[in-house]
């Protein structure tokens, strides 16, 4: 009876070690963990993609750059702003953003051309970093010019016309056009979120994929759909 016991006590403590194994790897390649080891506690930050070289896509040949202009606007190194309450009485521009805002640098483009550029902190006028959402700016431009190109027809085309893998899932995808994502109206069910708290786990993990995951496709194809593209803005 004492062997019997002995037994069943140590198949115990050898299926417990075996879920702790199968738990930690499990962990070990959830996108949020991996995300966590990446970049922190705070997620992404403005140079994360120094690390996440496959995020970065190489320059052209030649890559457009916006001219110096001859005369450059100087004179905004002397500007003071008056008469804006305590925080910025007589205070410079460069004052006026550090310590206050993020920022690190100003960049002024008149007529084509930069007339003002000035950068302080860690960021410099040789050093990439990350966009974030001015990437929606940027994928719009590209968009038009590709409507320009002939490469999309027009911005109503549903996007199943150019993936046409997302026919086979809910009907709704044939009813979302780019011109829906552009315009932030697309319906489905996906929202930007960084809470810890144990509610928003499932909407957490689903972001920590989309920047850690492999596999962005296969997200895209198993998302669900808020409501009619169209009828709201997200």
């Known amino acids: 009876m004492k062997r019997l016991r002995y037994v069943v006590m140590k198949t115990k403590k050898i299926w417990g070690l075996a879920l702790i194994i199968v738990a930690a790897s499990t962990l070990a390649s959830c996108s949020i963990v991996r995300g966590y080891r990446a970049?922190?506690?705070s997620g992404p930050?403005?140079?994360?993609?120094?690390?996440?070289?496959?995020?970065?896509?190489?320059?052209?040949?030649?890559?457009f750059r916006?001219?110096?202009?001859k005369q450059q606007a100087i004179w905004i190194d002397t500007l003071h702003f008056f008469n804006q309450g305590k925080h910025y009485k007589n205070t410079t521009l460069q004052e006026a953003v550090t310590g206050k805002t993020d920022t690190q640098g100003v960049l002024v483009i008149q007529n084509d051309s930069?007339?003002?550029e000035k950068y302080w902190g860690d960021i410099s006028a040789d050093r990439m970093a990350t966009v974030f959402s001015v990437s929606k700016?940027?994928?719009s431009l590209l968009c038009g010019i590709a409507v320009d190109e002939g490469?999309?027809?027009?911005?109503?085309?549903?996007?199943?016309?150019?993936?046409?893998e997302l026919k086979k899932r809910d009907p709704m995808w044939q009813r979302l056009t780019i011109r829906h994502l552009l315009n932030m109206q697309?319906?489905?069910?996906?929202?930007?979120?960084?809470?810890?708290?144990?509610?928003?786990?499932?909407?957490?993990?689903?972001?920590?994929?989309?920047?850690?995951?492999?596999?962005m496709m296969k997200q895209i194809?198993?998302?669900?759909?808020?409501?009619?593209?169209?009828?709201?803005?997200?």
């Open 221 to 234: 194809r198993g998302l669900k759909f808020r409501c009619e593209p169209g009828k709201e803005y997200c």
């Open 39 to 41: 970049d922190g506690k």
């Open 45 to 63: 930050d403005i140079y994360s993609f120094e690390h996440h070289v496959h995020d970065t896509i190489d320059n052209g040949t030649f890559p």
């Open 114 to 116: 930069i007339i003002y």
């Open 186 to 215: 697309s319906g489905l069910d996906f929202d930007d979120t960084y809470s810890l708290r144990l509610k928003h786990f499932k909407r957490l993990n689903a972001m920590a994929k989309l920047n850690y995951g492999h596999n």
């Open 137 to 139: 700016s940027i994928t």
């Open 151 to 164: 490469c999309i027809k027009n911005v109503d085309d549903a996007v199943t016309d150019y993936l046409p």
């Open 66 to 69: 916006f001219p110096y202009a």
